[in-house]
């Protein structure tokens, strides 16, 4: 074995080939830091298989400036190794120490790798990985340091729960009938006049800005910066084949020109039956039970649409004849579709448009041989307390299960230093 950087090629063929990669180590990713003039490098380790040299380990290094002179090495959702290894794993830690330490300003390593700690159905776990055991005792062996804290305590901290469905050779109409009713009723959706989904080009995002500002102002989400959104941008612009910002609108012209042809249809059948029941008294005869029950459902329908009507004129008057309902942003990588932002105005919820963006790109995801849908972030604490607990309730009505990985650590390379400037922990 031995451990060298990788071209950008040789990188990208590797990484397109695993079976499970997330954005950030993806070639995509690496072009948009360097683009924003981040210095990225991909390193790898090759070895002999079957008489052919491959790599089998890789990760996108990403050196981040520390208090102006030094740096930090940062491997989001990395190395790509086989965990199980841990000859391998080892050794590509090894290497990988002498490698950055070849820069005298490099203090530390940080990394979270996608590495499963506990297994779980739902929010219940099951069973401790032992991969995870044995990958912990490795990095302590190493000098590495477990970071006690999580996404929501730093913006230098990846999430370390996800909640993610299983959608492996499933159709939209099997993952329809896997998911909650309340998502179903949201799908059934789909259609209604005047409520669309439409997908944002990168000079348009500054409407999912404002939604996802919205959002953060009345939840617990953090703000996204504008440098995010510009890296958001740029993503989208690089690969816009695989960079997602579906938005759902309103047409309040179209939504009332739906409600009124309903409502006439409505009226008429009311109407229809009524004129059945006249007739039928008339000979000494009542109306037979499916026809009142008709009836009955049909003025409570258009009861419904009567106060969906008044409703829409008054968010037409304040807003005007096209609004944003909700907004989301998603990266698809090899095998995998994540949902990775998302935001919605609390007072147009009753057009289900959150409902309609995830019916739209599970549709995508379907289509195109996506194994799993990643809902992304949680807090991975799994009460009605916990400041995420209406998200995680929003998420577990797609059915899928929680994922916990080993978290974020950092391996000093100058421990002395390291320790001295705070880049540790």
Not at 2 to 25: D, G, K, V, W
Not at 138 to 167: C, H, P, S, W
């Amino acid at each position: 074995m031995r451990f060298t950087r990788l071209s950008t090629s040789a990188y990208s063929q590797f990484a397109y080939e695993q079976e499970r990669i997330l954005f950030p180590q993806l070639p995509g990713y690496a072009a948009e830091r360097r683009a924003e003039g981040t210095d990225v490098v991909e390193v790898g380790v090759i070895d002999t298989v079957d008489g052919e040299e491959k790599i089998i380990a890789a990760a996108l290094l990403r050196y981040q400036p520390w208090k102006k002179v030094f740096k930090r090495i940062s491997i989001a959702y990395g190395p790509t190794i086989d965990f199980s290894n841990t000859k391998l794993v080892k050794f590509f830690f090894t290497e990988l120490i002498k490698f950055v330490k070849k820069d005298k300003t490099v203090l530390s390593i940080r990394f979270n790798p996608l590495l499963a700690k506990t297994f779980y159905e739902d929010i219940t776990p099951v069973a401790p990985n032992p991969v995870a055991d044995t990958f912990e005792k490795a990095m302590v062996e190493l000098g590495g340091v477990r970071i006690n804290r999580e996404f929501y305590d730093a913006a230098d901290i990846q999430a370390r729960f996800f909640y993610t469905k299983n959608i492996s050779g499933m159709s939209f109409a099997e993952v329809n009938k896997s998911v909650g009713q309340v998502v179903r009723t949201g799908f059934n959706r789909a259609g209604t006049p005047g409520v669309t989904v439409k997908f944002l080009e990168a000079d348009e995002f500054d409407i999912l800005q404002d939604v996802l500002h919205h959002t953060a102002d009345r939840s617990a989400m953090q703000e996204i910066s504008d440098q995010a959104m510009s890296f958001y941008r740029g993503l989208k612009k690089a690969r816009p084949e695989k960079v997602f910002a579906p938005v759902a609108v309103l047409n309040c012209p179209d939504y009332l020109a739906g409600i009124e042809k309903e409502s006439n249809e409505l009226e008429a059948k009311i109407a229809s039956i009524d004129e059945q029941e006249a007739t039928l008294q008339t000979e000494g005869k009542n109306l037979a039970k499916k026809q009142r029950t008709a009836r009955n459902e049909a003025k409570d329908r258009l009861g419904v649409l009567q106060r969906r009507a008044k409703e829409t004129r008054e968010h037409q008057a304040e807003t005007g004849d096209e609004i944003v309902l909700a907004a989301s942003f998603y990266i698809a990588c090899p095998n995998e579709l994540v949902y990775l932002l998302s935001g919605s105005y609390r007072e147009y919820q009753s057009y289900y448009g959150i409902y309609l963006i995830h019916r739209a790109m599970l549709e995508w995801a379907t289509e195109n041989g996506i194994d799993r849908y990643n809902t992304f972030g949680i807090t991975g604490i799994f009460t009605d307390e916990a400041s995420d607990a209406g998200v995680l309730h929003f998420k577990r009505q797609f059915k899928g299960d929680v994922e916990e990985l080993v978290g974020t650590w950092d391996i000093p390379v100058r421990p002395k230093l390291a320790n001295r400037l705070d880049a540790i922990g």
